[in-house]
């Protein structure tokens, strides 16, 4: 899988190439499960007597090098609704408006708007049903997936089953890292080397933004086989539960058919929309890797962020 440093930059919410195996898919099978029996559905691979190279699973964020919070620690009060639904006016997690339909489909994935609404669901503090229309994401996976060898992009991920679109498909988790790791980790870096590294930006208010850097590449989950796509058929969203560390989660952006690769906007522009500022960073006269994509608006290169590349101390920009 090879790939630039990804970046997710938004007002809150930041944020994939279809090449399809010869041979049809192999159905889930007992013998190989690549999540490690961690998720509700066991997740196979294909070709069938190969498996991706070895890494930790892990279907939550764990605390890694040099940050300062712990994704796993509750920091969030719980609403109150115990005998009414949690509803907008009522509920204390939905300060912001409803999160999903009746069908656990995000309510602003057609959105015009340029940047995303913050999404709070209810934690393990509130005391709603564990069946409340905001509990999603925490639910885990819900969807057979299946790992897959691509014929340019290494291993990628796909669906064995049809996808609505809005709908919930898996999370991006790993090592919540800090700055100065996120650094080391790239500096040690070669041109062939895959990045798994993600680095969020959530602008708040006040010029403030908020950061949040994932390394999935030796603790993670299966989001760390999402391929890019210049029209990709994922969106990232960060989705708060228990702590203000987002969950990484990604949606279906359209309807997903059985059998068609997963994959999301690396640059993580928000709704896969290009500005003209996305078009004059596009490159940099660095080197990058090609984008195998196949995408009729496919840039030829995969999104490239310098930020993290640069040796010096980290910009002043929170």
Not at 19 to 36: G, H, I, N, Q
Not at 184 to 200: F, G, K, S, V
Request: charged share 25%.
């Amino acid at each position: 899988m090879a790939r630039n440093a990804r970046e997710s930059c938004g007002a809150v919410a930041m944020p994939c190439g279809m090449a399809a195996s010869e041979e049809e898919p192999e159905a889930p099978s007992e013998r190989l499960d690549v999540a490690r029996g961690l998720e509700n559905v066991p997740v196979s691979a294909w070709p069938p007597g190969t498996e991706p190279e070895p890494f930790q699973y892990t279907p939550d964020h764990v605390a890694g090098p040099g940050t300062d919070v712990d994704p796993t620690q509750i920091t969030f009060p719980g609403c109150i609704c115990l005998k009414t639904p949690c509803l907008p006016g009522t509920c204390s997690c939905l300060r912001h408006g409803e999160n999903y339909d009746d069908n656990s489909c995000l309510i602003d994935i057609g959105s015009e708007g340029k940047c995303a609404k913050p999404v709070f669901e209810c934690n393990v503090l509130c005391q709603c049903s564990d069946h409340c229309r905001n509990r999603v994401v925490q639910q885990g996976l819900q969807f057979q997936l299946q790992v897959f060898k691509t014929d340019k992009k290494g291993w990628g991920l796909r669906t064995l089953e049809f996808i609505p679109k809005g709908r919930f498909v898996c999370e991006y988790a790993g090592e919540v890292l800090g700055y100065s790791e996120v650094q080391r980790r790239i500096q040690l870096q070669t041109i062939q080397d895959p990045n798994y590294i993600i680095a969020i930006r959530e602008h708040v208010y006040n010029g403030q933004v908020i950061e949040t850097f994932v390394d999935p590449s030796c603790i993670g989950n299966i989001g760390r086989f999402l391929n890019h796509s210049c029209e990709p058929n994922l969106l990232m969203i960060p989705v708060r539960i228990d702590s203000m560390v987002p969950k990484l989660a990604l949606f279906a952006a359209k309807d997903i058919l059985p059998e068609e690769e997963l994959s999301y906007d690396y640059s993580g522009r928000f709704l896969n929309l290009m500005d003209s500022e996305d078009k004059e960073r596009l490159d940099h006269g660095k080197i990058r890797k090609c984008c195998y994509c196949g995408a009729k608006s496919c840039a030829a290169f995969l999104p490239y962020d310098s930020s993290l590349y640069c040796p010096l101390e980290k910009p002043n920009i929170s």
